[in-house]
């Protein structure tokens, strides 16, 4: 497809459970980036990649969160020993832009994380 | 701090009038971008406008304009001849080059439009 891919869309994880979130970007794009949304609120940053190296990572709440991009295209996102404030929708974005202004982000659909 | 704020949790249209959605931003950075985005019910994040730091003209985008005060770190949303599809949450967002490469986000205006 042409858009920013992301699964699961859903997934439900018992508490203390490990779970691995997917993102495809678009063909090309060079950043790839994961944000965290609550409900009601607004994306938080997690963390951003330029091709596979890891350029920001200062948005990852624990180190039970990690995240790669290993080829320079498709990403995973981690997070092990699910807790239930995890719960939330992961966004993945892209843009064809890198260093000093990102340009317009394309989104995926978002995979919602519900930790019980 | 680098930072965003929309201070109207939610805003009310009538069809057909124009609306302005707040954003005043902070940084240090003498080189940024702003944006804002549309995500209605459905979920997806949709661009709508942006503006370069140093851009002297306010973009525009269709019905969409954006009223850039650099004076003031304002950077607020004019959309002209609402419609009912404009109801969604809309974010305001900057990019960031210090100590790293980030947009960061608002905390959202819900617009609802009344027919």
């Known amino acids: 497809g042409a858009g920013v891919s992301q699964s699961p869309r859903y997934k439900v994880a018992k508490r203390g459970q490990d779970v691995a979130l997917r993102c495809d970007p678009i063909?090309?794009?060079?950043?790839l980036f994961w944000y965290q949304q609550a409900l009601g609120q607004g994306p938080e940053f997690l963390t951003y990649f330029q091709n596979e190296a890891q350029l920001d990572k200062s948005g990852l709440p624990s180190d039970r969160f990690f995240a790669e991009r290993p080829e320079g295209s498709v990403s995973t996102l981690k997070i092990q020993r699910t807790q239930q404030e995890d719960s939330a929708v992961y966004l993945c974005?892209?843009?064809?832009?890198?260093?000093?202004?990102?340009?317009?982000?394309?989104f995926g659909e978002g995979s919602r994380l519900t930790v019980l | 701090a680098q930072k965003i704020t929309q201070t109207q949790p939610g805003m009310f249209v009538q069809e057909k009038e124009a609306v302005t959605l707040d954003c005043t931003y902070d940084t240090s950075d003498q080189s940024y971008g702003l944006f804002w985005y549309k995500q209605p019910s459905s979920g997806e994040m949709i661009f709508l406008i942006y503006q370069g730091s140093y851009d002297e003209q306010n973009a525009t985008e269709g019905r969409y304009s954006l009223n850039f005060q650099k004076a003031r770190k304002s950077a607020n949303l004019v959309i002209s001849a609402s419609q009912l599809g404009d109801s969604a949450m809309y974010f305001c967002?900057?990019?960031?080059?210090?100590?790293?490469?980030?947009?960061?986000f608002g905390a959202g205006t819900r617009l609802f439009v009344k027919a």
């Open positions: 974005a892209s843009s064809f832009v890198s260093g000093r202004d990102t340009g317009e982000l394309f």
């Open positions: 063909s090309g794009h060079v950043s």
């Open positions: 967002a900057m990019s960031l080059n210090t100590g790293g490469f980030k947009t960061i």
